[in-house]
């Protein structure tokens, strides 16, 4: 799962329906302790505490912190990612509805566990598991709308650029964005909306990719 060795995670999955009601239990509960804590001062401790389980019991359902941390990350990573897939606008004729319910869907899940998301970056910082972690998230990411380009409008460079290049470019943009806007909330002066956040984004992709006329409408009237 998403970059860490399989002897580094558990193989214990719950077979009963109260195994599984357990193991949701558990990861609820790491959910708003790594929110609280952080990767680095959390301790499985805690997590037994919030959850209202055993220390053996907790050892039982995930071998260590790596372990119940990558879950909590990949399930996180699971939602957001079929989250910005746009469902109701088809991309090749409505390219710009198509990336504003992306990115809503995206940021709308960012800004719901940015907490965790923190403390994922968090975490890269001090284990380069973690950092791999976040790569093969964003990669999964960037190779998606790669392959929309180029099977809905045959799109395979910018300005010469290689599209790869670019589309890596405005992943950055959409993640330093809703880092800045949502990771570190608390330090804004004037906080900013998913929709608005949604919205200034995908005018700059969709300029990118489709230079079309700018809209004339300020964002400023939506917030």
Known sequence: MLGLKKKD???????TTKGLRTRVKILKSARKVFARYGYVT???SDVASESGVSMGALYRYFKNKDDLFINLIGGIHEDMFQASRSNEHDFSTEPFEALLAANRGYLAHYHENRDVIRALIEAGTVDNRFRDVWWQMRKRHVDRFVHALKKSHEIETVDGVPAYLVVESMASLVEQSAYTWFAQEEL?????????????????WYRTFFNPKPNQNSISEKS
């Open 188 to 204: 804004n002066a004037k906080p900013i909306s998913v929709e608005v956040a949604a919205e200034i984004v995908t005018r700059i």
């Open 42 to 44: 959390l301790r499985m």
């Open 9 to 15: 995670l558990s193989s214990f999955s719950p077979q």
